[in-house]
């Protein structure tokens, strides 16, 4: 019987290492992505020797509610979500104490004084659907984007894409974005 001195081999335990170090680089550089979920900011902590606990007058306060079947509520009368968006505008831009000069309301007794005491309360129920509640706060950004862009051409006379931070800062203070979120415990 011959033994082969010379016999070529392969070495298959640096290849085992190899596929590994690969497994482990694919995991590190792959992104999953988590593109559900609603941007929100927390409010900032309040300063002291600042009052940050303000009473509202109730005509101020918009209330929304999404039951557990998704039931859009608004004010205790159900509305349905294509109207929530000019519903909110109309609440939010109303002038009812007549001191805002740059509102378009009509200034029905019922709504905010002016935009910048107006507040949008929304309580949804734990069991409500996602899309309703995802849907719900589109509307509510839809509303204040709309007022802002009125406002930046018709008061500062400028396009979005001509707005400097000065000037936005300018329509945040013109329209504040206002609004509570609560559960609702059964």
Same mark, same amino acid.
């Given at each position: 019987?011959?033994?082969?001195?010379?016999?070529?081999?392969?070495?298959?335990?640096?290849?085992?290492d190899?596929?590994?170090?690969?497994l482990?680089?694919?995991?590190i550089?792959?992104?999953?992505?988590?593109?559900?979920?609603?941007?929100?900011?927390?409010? !900032?902590?309040?300063?002291?020797?600042v009052?940050c606990?303000? +009473?509202?007058?109730?005509?101020?306060v918009?209330?929304?509610?999404?039951?557990?079947?998704?039931?859009?509520?608004?004010?205790? +009368?159900?509305?349905?979500?294509?109207?929530?968006?000019?519903?909110?505008?109309?609440?939010?831009?109303? $002038?009812?104490?007549?001191?805002c000069?740059?509102?378009?309301?009509?200034?029905?007794?019922?709504?905010?004084? $002016?935009?910048?005491?107006?507040?949008?309360?929304?309580?949804?129920?734990?069991?409500?659907?996602?899309?309703?509640?995802? /849907?719900?706060? +589109?509307?509510?950004?839809?509303?204040?984007?709309?007022?802002?862009?009125?406002?930046? /051409?018709?008061?500062? !006379?400028?396009?979005?894409?001509?707005?400097?931070?000065?000037?936005?800062?300018?329509?945040?203070?013109?329209?504040?974005?206002?609004?509570?979120?609560?559960?609702?415990? +059964?």
């Open positions: 019987m011959r033994h082969y001195k010379n016999r070529p081999e392969v070495h298959a335990g640096s290849m085992a190899i596929a590994f170090l690969l482990i680089f694919f995991l550089t792959t992104k999953i992505p988590n593109e559900k979920g609603v941007m929100r900011g927390l409010p !900032q902590k309040c300063p002291p020797n009052e606990n303000i +009473d509202l007058n109730e005509r101020n918009l209330r929304l509610l999404v039951n557990e079947k998704g039931e859009l509520f608004l004010n205790d +009368d159900t509305i349905e979500m294509n109207n929530l968006k000019n519903e909110l505008k109309m609440f939010i831009d109303n $002038n009812g104490d007549k001191t000069t740059y509102c378009n309301g009509d200034s029905i007794i019922t709504s905010s004084d $002016n935009p910048k005491v107006a507040a949008i309360s929304l309580s949804t129920h734990r069991k409500a659907p996602y899309a309703t509640f995802i /849907e719900v706060q +589109d509307e509510i950004t839809k509303a204040y984007y709309d007022l802002r862009m009125v406002y930046a /051409e018709a008061v500062l !006379q400028k396009k979005t894409t001509e707005l400097s931070e000065e000037d936005i800062e300018k329509i945040k203070k013109a329209y504040p974005f206002v609004l509570s979120e609560a559960e609702i415990i +059964d």
